[in-house]
Antibody, heavy 120, light 112 residues
């Protein structure tokens, strides 16, 4: 059974960089059938797609976040990571990692999510 | 890239049917047959319920069905059950040259 687990600091100061890692178990991140993505959900609000990455390193980002987002992959560790720079309180959210089926926007497996609060 | 439009809430009694709409544009919902739907219970991660407009993953009850007409996709829950009370989000492919996605605003389903 595929499992995804987010990890990283739960508190980040304004203007700093948010860094999260998603560890994939029960399957290979190097599968040609899937992308890997990040989605966030501010408290009490809806879902927002942040970006996605293929095992080869190809990335796609939400245009509204593109200037601040970097997603990378480490196939040796079966992990992929998110960095969001110059954070503000508006970036406070539950951050989810998920698996996407190639050629569609279908998130078929999700991590449990991790709350990141931006505050001094 | 604007969020797809969903009704804020819908409700129904047990056994009834409810339909949730998801309205976009010809650049997303109307342009591709890649609409998915997710169910989210409070404090939990979203769960895939429908993909590619109308396909159901293994394990999802056949009470859940999806369709699309023009720029609007729909999720119908037939034979509503208490455990169906949750938030529901649609998501559509939104990039012809890039791999971009856009979520809907979300709908709260209440079982009366």
């Amino acid at each position: 059974q595929l499992q995804l687990q987010e990890s990283g600091p739960g508190l980040v100061k304004p203007s700093e960089t948010l860094s999260l890692t998603c560890t994939v178990s029960g399957g290979s991140i190097s599968s040609s059938s899937y992308y890997w993505g990040w989605i966030r959900q501010p408290p009490g609000k809806g879902l927002e797609w942040i970006g996605s990455i293929y095992y080869s390193g190809s990335t796609y980002y939400n245009p509204s976040l593109k200037s601040r987002v970097t997603i990378s992959v480490d196939t040796s560790k079966n992990q992929f990571s998110l960095k969001l720079s110059s954070v503000t309180a508006a970036d406070t959210a539950v951050y989810y990692c998920a698996r996407l089926i190639v050629a569609t926007i279908t998130f078929d497996y999700w991590g449990q999510g991790t709350l990141v609060t931006v505050s001094s | 890239q604007s969020a797809l439009t969903q009704p804020r809430s819908v409700s129904g009694s047990p056994g009834q049917s409810v339909t949730i709409s998801c309205t976009g544009t010809s650049s997303d919902v109307g342009g591709y047959n890649y609409v998915s739907w997710y169910q989210q219970h409070p404090g939990k991660a979203p769960k895939l319920m429908i993909y590619d407009v109308s396909k159901r993953p293994s394990g999802v009850p056949d009470r859940f069905s999806g369709s699309k007409s023009g720029n609007t996709a729909s999720l119908t829950i037939s034979g509503l059950q208490a455990e169906d009370e949750a938030d529901y989000y649609c998501c559509s492919y939104a990039g012809s040259y890039t791999f971009e996605g856009v979520f809907g605003t979300g709908t709260k389903v209440t079982v009366l």
